[in-house]
């Protein structure tokens, strides 16, 4: 039998939280991403997987995005996502991240760039 690893119960209420609480550029991506906009993939947003909970995954092509803000920007911060990262990883999925600035100023470039991790463009 396989384990479950994804929007395991005990994480629903940190995910809602999330959801309900999402920092303006995860608002600003979302609104790109929802309602399968970019080459018709679903993307969902505040999805966990194991004990992590990630900004966007995107379930066909098991991409995860993830922006960062201000709160990434110290050491131990970034020993966290670097040991994250590779636990996903070694889950099979890959893992993509942006800067906060970057989703606002150069938009097309990171929704380019998001859909260049696509297997196929539809």
């Known amino acids: 039998m396989k384990k479950q690893i994804h929007n395991l119960k005990e994480m629903e209420v940190y995910r809602k ?3 309900n609480n999402s920092t303006s550029a995860e608002a600003f991506l979302w609104n790109h991403l929802k309602g399968s906009k970019l080459y018709g993939r679903k993307f969902r947003r505040q999805h966990s997987i194991e004990h992590y909970i990630v900004d966007f995954y995107c379930p066909s092509e098991k991409l995860i995005v993830e922006l960062d803000g201000q709160i990434h920007l110290n050491n131990t911060a970034d020993e ?5 990262e590779m636990d996903l990883e070694n889950l099979g999925f890959t893992v993509i991240r942006y ?24």
């Open 17 to 19: 939280d999330l959801r």
């Open 80 to 84: 966290y996502d670097r040991k994250r």
């Open 99 to 122: 800067e906060n600035k970057m989703v606002f100023d150069f938009l097309p470039s990171v929704l380019k760039d998001i859909s260049d991790h696509f297997k196929i463009k539809e």
